[in-house]
């Protein structure tokens, strides 16, 4: 199952849940993998710079942190928060739609849950082109 649940006040009144959901149960079936239960929550910088700190040791602000509970490698699941002002403030730097941006964002999350990595300049390359990848089946 996955659910979408907004620490901010009407920040996800606009999202097509039921959209994003398919899509994202498509991704994770092309992927060879079946859904478990996936939590993205949305918050805004200050929250995930704290969860950030805390859980990561790191310092600074991220669009998301995706945290995974996946017991059998098969079936995805985790929690995967991401910082919305971040999205926002993405999207105009990269000239692309809030939407196309937030989509790029809720996929990398599940492709972290999948077990691909962004480190290395390689991992990074294939992490984009799956986003992408999936971002065209999602329009």
């Not at 964002?105 to 290395?120: P, R």
Request: hydrophobic fraction near 35%; proline fraction near 1%.
């Amino acid at each position: 199952m996955i659910s979408f649940t907004s620490l901010l006040p009407n920040n996800t009144e606009n999202l097509k849940e039921s959209l994003y959901k398919n899509w994202l149960k498509t991704v994770i079936i092309k992927e060879g993998k079946k859904t478990g239960d996936v939590q993205y929550i949305f918050c805004d910088d200050s929250h995930l710079l704290e969860i950030n700190k805390l859980f990561l040791n790191h310092h600074e602000l991220t669009d998301i942190i995706t945290f995974s509970t996946t017991a059998n490698a098969n079936i995805i699941s985790g929690e995967i928060y991401i910082s919305l002002d971040r999205v926002k403030e993405n999207s105009k730097t990269q000239s692309v739609s809030f939407e196309e941006e937030l989509g790029r964002v809720m996929v990398h999350g599940i492709l972290h849950l999948i077990g691909y990595n962004d480190h290395s300049d390689s991992d990074k390359k294939l992490m984009r082109s799956k986003e992408y990848y999936y971002l065209h089946l999602h329009r």
